[in-house]
């Protein structure tokens, strides 16, 4: 079986879909044999997927060039088909949301990791949100094989197109092997030193953008700042869109002592910075997996999350779930994780446990099991 995965969306600093990527490519590369071959096709300026293993070939992109969208568009309508003409490709992977509408020998498997373009629009700027409307109502129409990364995405593709007959598949996400509860304390202390921070704190780690609720997020840690005067609120991820309105937040509030922005970190950086909070808190408004609640899970580090869409999936009982919709709830339940330490060793011991439930190498096998699909369909035609 060739195999084409369309990595061209994923920039050089991940978050999200880059790190689904990522770990996917890696393990499907471990998963691969003499019936295997294997093509990433991925920016140039990306070095984490150079990748030099026998049937697998990495071709690269200008990057330069791919960060304006007609040059994309062109990429991804006419290069792609061409090279996977080029390799006799049997299956074309695309990681998100984009794929060849011309029509190929290949089978065209797409990703879906959310439906927020339809379900909340105002979380998006008007390109972006016309982009992944037109992409999920293609992918319906054109896509031979749809993954979805959680139950949660595949119930609400199955609420908004409840007349599509296309074969859905859920491929849950993982965590890395690094987000452990073992992590060695001084490495943490190292770590924190670096970015010239102290304990205690809590920790938000994700892209600024509006559907993280972080204007919420800031106001609860407001409402409890004054019985934890020595606490941080620490602001971990890139900006993304429209995420202004964060820092006007923080202003209005006069908090801007206490609440720190790191700015994108390096993803060996993210274990050590979950591990060393004494709290996760991550009350987004909607998740098609969420990544990060896993890995603070994996760390053992009582997390918040919010009781919509994928997150309960995710935490199971294993973190204290609240309505991101009401910021005096997002901070009583900070305010219960802080004072009682019966609850955060109940929820170290759990989270440990629920994220065992999760891994890359199981995406990777489960999605190696759609592209096999595939095959068996031409065989059947």
């Known amino acids: 079986m060739r195999v084409m995965v369309d990595c061209t969306q994923i920039s050089r600093n991940k978050a999200g879909v880059g790190i689904y990527a990522l770990n996917?490519?890696?393990?499907?590369?471990?998963?691969?044999?003499?019936?295997?071959?294997?093509?990433?096709?991925?920016?140039?300026?990306?070095?984490?997927?150079?990748?030099?293993?026998?049937?697998?070939?990495?071709?690269?992109?200008?990057?330069?060039?791919?960060?304006?969208?007609?040059?994309?568009?062109?990429?991804?309508?006419?290069?792609?088909?061409?090279?996977?003409?080029?390799?006799?490709?049997?299956?074309?992977?695309?990681?998100?949301?984009?794929?060849?509408?011309?029509?190929?020998?290949?089978?065209?498997?797409?990703?879906?990791?959310?439906?927020?373009?339809?379900?909340?629009?105002?979380?998006?700027?008007?390109?972006?949100?016309?982009?992944?409307?037109?992409?999920?109502?293609?992918?319906?129409?054109?896509?031979?094989?749809?993954?979805?990364?959680?139950?949660?995405?595949?119930?609400?593709?199955?609420r908004l197109f409840p007349n599509?007959?296309?074969?859905?598949?859920?491929?849950?996400?993982?965590?890395?092997?690094a987000f452990t509860p073992d992590l060695d304390p001084e490495q943490v202390r190292q770590t924190l030193e670096r970015y010239n921070l102290k304990n205690p704190y809590v920790l938000y780690i994700g892209t600024l953008e509006p559907r993280k609720n972080l204007e919420r997020l800031v106001e609860a840690f407001h409402q409890i700042s004054d019985s934890f005067v020595e606490h941080i609120l620490l602001i971990v991820g890139m900006k993304g869109w429209m995420y202004e309105d964060i820092f006007r937040t923080v202003r209005r509030l006069g908090m801007g002592k206490r609440v720190v922005f790191t700015g994108f970190v390096d993803e060996k950086d993210a274990p050590h910075l979950i591990a060393g909070a004494e709290v996760f808190a991550y009350p987004s408004l909607y998740e098609g997996f969420g990544i990060p609640v896993l890995e603070s899970l994996a760390c053992g580090t009582p997390t918040l999350t919010s009781n919509v869409s994928s997150l309960p999936e995710v935490a199971g009982d294993a973190a204290l779930l609240v309505n991101p919709l009401n910021a005096h709830e997002i901070a009583h339940g900070l305010r219960r994780l802080l004072e009682d330490p019966v609850l955060r060793d109940s929820l170290r011991k759990k989270g440990v446990a629920q994220s065992s439930r999760f891994s890359w190498h199981r995406t990777a096998i489960e999605t190696l099991s759609v592209y096999a699909k595939c095959r068996r369909d031409v065989r059947e035609r």
Not at 50 to 65: D, L, T
Not at 76 to 103: G, N, T
Not at 137 to 153: H, K, M, P, Q
Not at 164 to 177: D, F, N, W
Request: overall charge positive; hydrophobic content about 45%; some cysteine.
């Open 164 to 177: 599509s007959s296309k074969p859905v598949y859920v491929t849950q996400l993982g965590k890395s092997p």
């Open 24 to 158: 996917l490519a890696r393990e499907l590369i471990g998963l691969r044999s003499d019936n295997l071959k294997l093509w990433f096709v991925v920016q140039d300026d990306d070095e984490d997927f150079a990748f030099k293993h026998n049937g697998v070939e990495v071709i690269r992109v200008p990057a330069r060039i791919f960060r304006h969208l007609p040059f994309r568009f062109l990429l991804e309508q006419l290069y792609l088909p061409w090279l996977a003409r080029k390799h006799k490709i049997d299956v074309l992977h695309s990681l998100h949301y984009a794929f060849p509408l011309l029509k190929l020998q290949a089978r065209k498997v797409v990703t879906f990791h959310d439906m927020t373009s339809f379900l909340m629009p105002e979380v998006h700027t008007l390109i972006r949100l016309r982009y992944f409307q037109f992409f999920i109502r293609a992918g319906t129409r054109w896509a031979d094989e749809l993954i979805c990364v959680s139950e949660s995405t595949r119930n609400d593709y199955a």
